[in-house]
């Protein structure tokens, strides 16, 4: 059907994602703090803790907060794909 191809064409191009640089991650948290729906802090121990994604792809009304993630993340170790 037509308006159903349509509409999932739609979803895709709006699907964002989000990328996380795990080499340089040291786990400050700040990402949790803005967007703890979308990322989570996980204790290592004997190493940084690191940040991990609880959705990859995140519904878009998380965007504000997941920009702020981005923003603030100290180590510029996050990343938003359109």
Same mark, same amino acid.
């Given at each position: ?17 989000v ?14 703090? @803005?967007?703890?729906? $979308? ?10 803790? %690191? &940040?991990e994604? #609880?959705?990859?792809?995140?519904? @878009?009304e998380?965007? $504000? ?10 180590? %510029? &170790?996050?990343? #938003?794909?359109?």
């Amino acid at each position: 059907m037509p308006g159903s191809i349509s509409a999932q064409v739609l979803r895709e191009e709006d699907e964002m994602r989000v990328e996380i640089d795990l080499e340089l991650c040291q786990g400050h948290g700040i990402c949790a703090e @803005e967007a703890p729906d $979308v990322f989570r802090v996980v204790e290592r121990p004997g190493a940084y803790d %690191r &940040v991990e994604m #609880i959705m990859e792809s995140p519904a @878009e009304e998380a965007r $504000v907060r997941i920009e702020a993630a981005v923003r603030y993340c100290p180590n %510029r &170790v996050l990343r #938003i794909v359109d």
